[in-house]
Structure formats: C-alpha cells, structure tokens
C-alpha cells in the first residue's frame, strides 16, 4: 500500500500566515471603514462641534488605533491556528527527552500529514528497536547465567570427588614429601576452583568481613604472591608505604585480584627481570601496583583480557579503578581501592 504524500510543514505554516493576515487586513478595512463612517457622520451632523483640521487629525488616531487592533488580530489568530502544531512540537521534545533518558514503553501521538509526522513516526520507531534490544539483551543475559550457573553445578560435582580423593591421598601412610607436596597443590587448586563456582551459583553475592587490621590482611596476600612465584620470578615486595588501617574486605574477592595478577605474571613476564609488588596508601584508600618485564614475543595487554575484567569488577565493588600502562619491555597494572 503505497503511504499517503506528505505535505510540506513550511506551505502549512505559510498558509496559516496567510488566512491570518488576510483576516487582519480585512478587520482593518472593517474597522477603518466603520471609523470614517462615525466620524463623517459627526462632522457632517454637527452632533458635537469640530473643525476640519481636528476630524483630519482624529482620522489619523483612527487609522492608527485600527492599525493596532489588526496587528494584534493578526497575531492572536495567527498563534491560535499554529497552536496545534506548537503544542505537537512540545510533544516531539519530549518524546525526544524520553529517548535520551531511555525510559520505557511509550510512544508519540501520530498527528497530521507532515514532517512533524515523520518526525514523530521515526522516533517512534527508534524506541521500539531500542525497547527490543532491551528485550533481545535481557532474554540472552538470562540463558547466559543460566548457561554458567549449569556449568558451574556440573564442574562442582567432580571438584567434589577431587577434594576427598586429595584428602585421603594426603592422609595415606608412606606418602614421600615430593608427592605429599603435589597432592597439597592439587588440592588446594581444587578448593579455589570450588570457591569460584560458588561464587557463580550464589549470582555473585559478596561475603564482606570486618578487618580491624587489615594491614595484616594485605601483608598476607603479598606474602603468598611472593611465596607462589618465587620459584621461576625474583619477586620484590613492597608494604613500607602502607599505613595501619582497618575496612570490611571480601577475603575471597581480593585473593581473586592476586591470583589475576599471579597467572599475568606466570604467562607473560620474563623471568629474567624482576617482578615487583607495591601496595601503599593513596587518597583516603590504596593502591596495589604490580610491574614486570613482559616477556619476548608475548603481549600482556593484549591477552590479559578476562582477568582485567575481574579485577576491574572487583576494584568497582570499592569504588575504585584498574589503570594499565606499557612503557616499552616494561608492564604496569595499578588497582585502587577507595571505599572499604
């Protein structure tokens, strides 16, 4: 079906222009008309006594006073007729606004048979696509958790039997250190594999403590950042620039930022430099900051992707930031907390 032409909003208005000021030259040849009668009448009549020079100059107060009341006509007719359009315009506008706050369902009456109409029609059209990427966005968000939550059940079953096949290992007799100390490993790689599939079946929820001193804490998680690279990295810490302070931490969460920065570190750094760890205070917070020589042929940045995301997303949760930066051979990654 073929859509009906649309009518230009500009020969409309000028249209409206034109009955508006064709009725106020019209009123005033009314008016005038009028005036001179009433006048030549009292002149001629001598109903009240003027002379010729007076009724010429009452004349001109007359044409000018008609002039006047045929403007005003003009305008008020002219607003009046308009008024619709300009009441629809106010409408668009706030279609207009509505869009940019992206607020929900609604939509702009459909007037006329102009460009206010197209207007009004494509912004119309835009909110249905914006609602239903919405909607497209809100559907797959739902099959994506509920993808993870079904995989992290199913890896949680086999995490388990791990667990207990590593428990009675390490509580079997004659078990040289080497292997002990493997199976130590094992086990302990089980365990933070299990806490990370709670945390995707609990959706997220965070489990914040109260840290007195939470100076211990970090000192902790520094320590044991050195202890699992320094076997293959010359790891040096650095706490001098931490004062004693105290918050509410997610132990889990912050382990989870350390073991981010322990798998960069294993991936990409080159061992033959060393790998440093500073964490100090910064701005009514802190600030943990990690460097290392990026390895020949790799790119940390490039592929330190999900683990980035991590952190950040954990950072955000202390309404802090994740900065970057990569000065030649040289990589640096600064998380800061602010609010604990």
């Not at 290992?169 to 594999?193: H, N, Y």
Request: aromatic residues 6%; charged residues 25%.
């Amino acid at each position: 079906m073929t859509e009906p032409k649309r009518k230009k909003l500009s020969r409309q208005i000028l249209a409206t222009l034109g009955i508006s000021l064709g009725a106020a030259v019209g009123g005033f040849h009314l008016l005038a008309l009028g005036g001179y009668y009433l006048l030549d009448r009292v002149y001629r009549e001598q109903l009240v006594s003027i002379s010729e020079d007076t009724l010429i100059g009452m004349q001109g107060w007359m044409l000018n006073l008609c002039l006047l009341l045929s403007v005003v006509f003009f305008l008020v007719l002219f607003l009046v007729l308009l008024g619709d359009r300009l009441s629809y315009i106010r409408t668009i506008t706030q279609g207009i606004d509505r869009l940019k706050e992206g607020q929900g369902d609604w939509a702009i009456p459909v007037q006329g048979n102009n460009e206010l109409t197209t207007l009004a029609e494509t912004i119309n059209a835009m909110n249905a696509a914006r609602n239903a990427v919405r909607e497209k966005e809100k559907t797959l968000n739902e099959e994506r958790e509920t993808l993870i939550r079904t995989l992290a059940h199913d890896i949680r079953t086999p995490l388990t039997s791990v667990l207990s096949y590593s428990e009675l290992l390490m509580a079997r007799d004659g078990l040289d250190a080497p292997s002990r100390e493997q199976v130590a490993l094992i086990r302990e790689k089980a365990g933070r594999i299990k806490e990370l599939t709670d945390v995707l079946l609990d959706g997220g929820k965070r489990n914040p403590e109260e840290f007195p001193d939470a100076k211990l804490l970090f000192s902790q998680l520094a320590m044991e950042f050195e202890e699992v690279l320094e076997e293959d990295f010359s790891v040096e810490t650095d706490l001098s620039g931490l004062p004693p302070f105290g918050g509410s931490f997610d132990p889990g969460e912050l382990r989870r930022v350390f073991d981010n920065l322990i798998t960069n570190v294993q991936k990409y750094a080159d061992p033959e430099n060393p790998v440093t760890l500073t964490i100090a205070g910064a701005e009514g917070g802190i600030r943990i900051t990690q460097q290392n020589a990026i390895r020949v042929g790799e790119t940390s940045t490039e592929s330190f992707g999900m683990g980035l995301i991590s952190i950040r997303r954990i950072a955000h949760n202390y309404a802090g930031g994740v900065e970057t930066r990569t000065d030649g051979e040289q990589f640096t990654i600064a998380v800061t907390l602010s609010e604990f």
